[in-house]
């Protein structure tokens, strides 16, 4: 029988949410600076339909209506991010005050509509301002972060009640600088090294602000910690997973417990070094309040003795969604049974979770709309399941936010790739509520 949300405990948070990049538009308006993302949408190749965030879903100007539909959804909270350069266009130095307007006003929206805002800080929008100086290269990025993040906590915290410092810092530093398949597009492991390191500095010290400033509220980081499955029950495959878990997770998850950087991961590149200084570990190991965590799929791991890291990542035969991800909702409870065997009693929190898939809007001869997505509604329904599952194990899962609340600009796959709930037709910008919308809200009434 599935989950009803009567299964939970009574102050089990349930949201959805989203991101400014993917979803504001609005690129230069109101003295916005440009992002990383608007100068990398400008390469060719970078985006597979050829898309920009310029127009995105235009939610600048109409989190009206999406606030509407976020309140008739009935979820408790809603997770968005700010966008770094449209507070600080330059990355560092002057404030724009019609940027900490709007989301002054976004917030005030949600809290009249009884939906409680939880602000991600970084998003993956670094001001190009700095990218031209290095970005997060550059020591002093993680520096000019811990300034804009205390903008932030002076203007909201009054607010806003809980705080997430980065979003998937593994993505900002792979994708961006190892594989350069992400914005700014650099593929060099020594600057990958660099921007693993530098972002997690940066959120050391916007904590270390956070706790220096006395705000009220919470504080944590999100993660998209991979725990791959080994391919076989064969020593080498095991032990080809568990390395796996270095660069997935343990580089991003062990500095923040105190636990440093795994030395064996360290010990597959000796050509490269991370730029350490004194005191760092420590202000990253700040004490966190929760950790979030962004899933979606768990992948294979076989033994590969070519590898520096000796694994690669296998092909399977379970069933897949738009994006090629294998569907692998037990892999959920196995990723959260490990992240509480690592961090003790730190609560959780599933950040994201959701799936892509092709579907079409269905428009009847009245003009009526739908769009019918059944697997989206089995995949959080099974997800869901494995929530309660964790919650009834002792596990101290805390909450669950669907990704995304509506269809968006989804990073290099442009506008190729539809994660919402609700529907955006990006021709004429109108949003339909899918029927896996419909599920969540009769899930959350229940």
């Not at 307007?101 to 929008?125: E, N, R």
């Not at 492991?189 to 050391?204: P, T």
């Not at 030395?263 to 950790?291: H, N, S, T, W």
């Not at 190729?416 to 899918?434: A, Q, W």
């Amino acid at each position: 029988m599935s989950s009803l949300r009567i299964d939970f405990p009574v102050d089990f948070v349930f949201g959805a949410a989203a991101a400014s990049f993917q979803i504001e538009g609005a690129k230069s308006e109101d003295g916005k600076g440009l992002s990383i993302w608007d100068t990398f949408c400008d390469q060719p190749e970078a985006i597979s339909d050829k898309s920009t965030g310029e127009t995105a879903c235009d939610h600048y100007h109409r989190y009206p209506e999406d606030i509407k539909l976020l309140k008739e959804l009935g979820i408790d909270s809603y997770r968005l991010s700010v966008s770094w350069p449209r507070i600080i266009p330059g990355g560092d130095g002057e404030v724009n005050k019609k940027g900490l307007a709007f989301y002054s006003k976004l917030i005030d929206a949600l809290l009249a509509a009884g939906i409680s805002p939880i602000i991600t800080l970084y998003h993956w929008d670094l001001p190009q301002k700095l990218e031209d100086e290095g970005g997060w290269v550059n020591r002093q990025t993680a520096y000019a972060f811990a300034k804009f993040a205390e903008i932030c906590f002076k203007t909201f915290s009054d607010r806003i009640t809980s705080w997430i410092t980065l979003n998937e810092p593994f993505c900002s530093a792979y994708l961006g600088y190892g594989i350069g398949i992400h914005a700014p597009g650099i593929s060099n492991m020594q600057s990958m090294f660099n921007a693993v390191h530098h972002l997690n500095l940066a959120h050391g010290l916007a904590l270390g602000a956070f706790r220096k400033g006395k705000y009220s509220g919470k504080i944590g980081t999100t993660l998209n910690l991979g725990l791959p499955k080994p391919a076989s029950d064969a020593p080498e495959d095991i032990l080809a997973a568990d390395r796996a878990a270095d660069n997935q997770s343990r580089m991003y998850l062990h500095p923040l417990l105190g636990k440093g950087y795994p030395k064996r991961y360290l010990e597959a590149y000796p050509e490269v070094q991370l730029p350490i200084k004194d005191g760092d570990m420590k202000c990253i190991a700040g004490k966190l309040d929760f950790l979030g965590i962004n899933y979606y799929s768990e992948s294979t791991a076989a033994f590969n003795q070519e590898h520096p890291e000796q694994y690669r990542i296998v092909e399977t035969d379970y069933p897949k969604t738009a994006m090629g991800w294998d569907i692998t909702p037990d892999g959920l409870f196995r990723l959260l049974e490990w992240t509480h065997s690592e961090c003790g009693n730190l609560p959780l929190i599933i950040t994201e979770n959701g799936s892509a898939w092709n579907e079409t809007l269905l428009i009847t001869k009245n003009g009526e709309k739908s769009v019918n997505d059944p697997n989206r509604i089995a995949y959080l329904q099974n997800h869901l399941d494995i929530c309660k599952k964790a919650v009834q194990a002792g596990i101290p899962l805390k909450g669950y936010f669907a990704w995304s609340f509506i269809d968006n600009f989804e990073w290099a796959h442009g506008y190729t790739k539809r994660f919402g709930l609700i529907y955006c037709d990006f021709e004429n910008l109108e949003r339909t509520p899918k029927s896996s919308y419909y599920y969540y809200q009769k899930f959350l009434l229940s």
